[in-house]
């Protein structure tokens, strides 16, 4: 199963530059944990940027699943199918 992973600018020098992840998740789907897990394997410096100590999504970070808001669809046991996109979006702040 392939999911990719669309890193925003900002994010990128923890990825070594990436714009894109492509990730192999194995078969049917799994829960944006699971995909946050191997993203963390492969990028642990992305992860501090993105999950807490305890694993959760950041309250400033928001993680799509395709076009859902994952807090809106189970958070981080959100499925994830193959194709998926996934969309790494920091909340923006400032005035």
Known sequence: MAVKVFVPQVLRPD??????????????????????????ARHPRLDKRLRDDQGKVRRYVNVFVDDDECRAVGGLDAPVGDGAEVRVLPSVAGG
Do not use: F, K, N, Y
């Open 15 to 40: 990825c070594d530059g990436a714009v894109t992840i492509d990730l192999a998740m194995g078969s049917g789907p799994v829960p944006l944990r699971s995909v946050l897990d191997e993203l963390a």
